[in-house]
T-cell receptor, first 110, second 113 residues
Framework: GENVEQHPSTLSVQEGDSAVIKCTYS??????FPWYKQELGKRPQLIID?????GEKKDQRIAVTLNKTAKHFSLHITETQPEDSAVYFC?????????FGAGTTVTVRA | EAGVAQSPRYKIIEKRQSVAFWCNPI?????LYWYQQILGQGPKLLIQ????????DSQLPKDRFSAERLKGVDSTLKIQPAKLEDSAVYLC???????????FGPGTRLLVL
């Protein structure tokens, strides 16, 4: 089955700086790559996703890049704000089945 | 539109007891998923339903876990008997036909003592 590895496990950034989270996946058939944000005690919420026929996607301060050849994808958050503090999960999907990474705890220092 | 609903939100039981969780997906969503999220880990798929049929239950510990979606809408997940290692958050998610995005419910936090 699919194996998704996510790094780093924790990330502390100064407010206003950028944050980058990286994921690798094992199954070359995976074709959909969402990122979820989960605040403490709350449900995971989709923040951005990318499909395998696209190399990069941006939505305001958030961007995702995908390298299918290397089987890795990354989340970039620019101009971080305190409300960006949360756990972020990457996932890879084939046939609508998601396999999640272990998560990255992001802390934005004021 | 209303989101995915789950109940109860919290449950504490003794090991070897039974417990059931309920999920109501977003209206019209044919696909429903149950995930187990152990503290500090990402969600792990337990079972996937398409309408009232099981699509994938390969990671469901069938000796103690069972799930059903009899009328193709609500679903229940049951654990019988519970073990200490079943302590986790159980998340339900649903997806619309032909869409890739999965929407998650708030989860049920289970503590087995």
């Amino acid at each position: 089955g699919e194996n998704v590895e996510q790094h780093p496990s924790t990330l502390s950034v100064q407010e206003g700086d950028s944050a980058v989270i990286k994921c690798t996946y094992s199954d070359s058939a995976s074709n959909y790559f969402p990122w979820y944000k989960q605040e403490l005690g709350k449900r995971p919420q989709l923040i951005i996703d990318i499909r395998s026929n696209v190399g990069e996607k941006k939505d305001q301060r958030i961007a995702v890049t995908l390298n299918k050849t290397a089987k890795h994808f990354s989340l970039h958050i620019t101009e971080t704000q305190p409300e960006d503090s949360a756990v972020y999960f990457c996932a890879a999907a084939f046939d609508y089945k998601l396999s999640f990474g272990a998560g990255t705890t992001v802390t934005v220092r004021a | 539109e209303a989101g995915v609903a789950q109940s109860p939100r919290y449950k504490i039981i003794e090991k070897r007891q039974s417990v059931a969780f309920w999920c109501n997906p977003i209206s019209g969503h044919a696909t429903l998923y149950w995930y187990q999220q152990i503290l500090g880990q990402g969600p792990k798929l337990l079972i996937q339903f398409q309408n009232n049929g099981v699509v994938d239950d390969s990671q469901l510990p069938k000796d103690r876990f069972s799930a059903e979606r009899l009328k193709g809408v609500d679903s229940t997940l049951k654990i019988q008997p519970a073990k200490l290692e079943d302590s986790a958050v159980y998340l339900c998610a649903s997806r619309g036909q032909g869409r890739e995005t999965q929407y998650f419910g708030p989860g049920t936090r289970l503590l087995v003592l």
